[in-house]
């Protein structure tokens, strides 16, 4: 083998590794802010959430000028990432129409608890899918006028179920009678859906 075909060899050997490291890479598709950038931004969205659109923009560009350091540097961080949009106008479209619409959470903002889950018994709910399946097909059959009918045929065991659940959970009985109405519902809703 003579050295230029050595050469060549070996040159297209590291063209496919060159390639082969391009794919590797994972192109980014969402170039997030720092979170100090992120952080100004969402206060300035914040103090200026009611201002009507042109004196919004006019104290953006008040904003942008006093900020020119934080924001020259935050430019360079994202470029060095492969952004190559413009950085002020994202900034822009952030505080305009993302962190002016989110209401910002406390220091001292709980996690919202969750409520207990309230489970109907499941002979309840396998009498709601049969008395669903008998009359989903009539041609005047909707779900409300369904549980209408539920509850009149199966007016013992809703009783029942009713003095169980509100013995044994906290919820008012306008809620549980709301509760076996959407659980109503929702089981003709996946009937259909499965069909």
Known sequence: MTSVE?????TNTMNVHEENERAVQKKTFRFKFSEDIQYKVAYFADIHKHDDRVTFKEEWETWVEQNKNDIRQETERL???GYDGDVVDKMFKSARYYFKKKTPKSVNDEPVKRRQYISISKDLIKNMDKHVERNMNNENYKPSIGYEGFIGDFEEQMSNERDRILNNYDI??????NKFKKTYKNRYFNMVKNM
């Open 79 to 81: 470029e060095n990432m």
């Open 6 to 10: 050595n050469i060549n060899i070996n």
């Open 172 to 177: 008012s009985p306008e809620d549980l009678e």
